[in-house]
C-alpha cells in the first residue's frame, strides 16, 4: 500500500471515469449546456450589425430578418432599432441562463461525485491495517479523506468539460476561419502544438511540484491536530514554541 504507482494519465481518467458512472448523464448535461455558451456568443454581434448597418447605415436587413418583418416594418427604422434592443436584452438574458444552469448543474454534480469519493475513501481506509495507521498517523487518512476527494470534481468538472468544450471550439474556430482565409487557418494552427509541446515538457515538473505540496499541508495540518488533541501533554512540558 506505501508503493507509489506512476500510472499513466490514461489510466487515471479511466479510473475515475469509472467511479462516476453513475453521474454520466449529469456529466453529459454539463457539457451541452457548456457548448451552448460558444453560439450565443456569436449572436451577440447580430442585433449591433442591424442597428450599426441597417439603421444608421443604409445596408438592407438580412435576408432571415427581413422574411420575418412585413414590408412596411423592415422600413422602419424606430420599429427596426426597438427590434434590435429586444434582441440585445433576449441574447444577454440567454446568456445568463446558460451560465446560471451551468453553474448549478456542475455545483450539485461535482458535491455529488466529492460525496461519493469521500464514502469509498472511508471504506478503504477502515480496511487499512492498523500497522498503516500507525507508521501515517490518523490524520493523513483524514486529510486524504477531506481534502485528496476534492481532485474528482477538480478532474472531471474544472478539467475535462472545459477541456472538450474548448477543443470542439477550437476546431470550429478554425473551420470556420477555413473558409474564409485558408492562410489564416494555417498561421492559427501553427500556435497550437507549440502550446501542447510546452504543456507536455512542464507536466511532469508541475505534477511533482503539487505532488510536494500536498505532501507539505498534509504534514503540517498532521502536527496542528496532534497539538491540539495532546495541549495537556504539551502545555506540562512547556513544548508551545517548539511545536
Known sequence: MEERRN?????LLKRILDHSRGNWTRLFSILFISLLAAPLALLTPVPLKIAVDSIIGTDPL?????????????????????????????????????????????????????????ASLFRHGQRLSLARHDSKGSFDSVYRINEDAKAIRWVLIDCLVPLITLSLTLVSMVFITAQIDGHLALVTMTVAPIVILLGYIYRPHLRQGWRNVWSLQSSALAVVQEVLSSLRIVKAFGQENRE
Open 7 to 11: 500510472y499513466s494519465d490514461v489510466v
Open 62 to 118: 438580412p435576408q432571415f430578418f427581413a422574411s420575418l418583418l412585413a414590408n412596411e416594418t423592415s422600413n422602419d427604422k424606430v420599429i427596426l432599432l426597438g427590434v434590435a434592443a429586444v434582441m440585445i436584452i433576449f441574447i444577454a438574458l440567454l446568456q445568463q441562463a446558460q451560465a446560471m444552469a451551468t453553474w448549478l448543474l456542475s455545483t450539485s454534480t461535482g458535491e455529488m461525485l466529492v460525496l461519493r469519493f469521500r
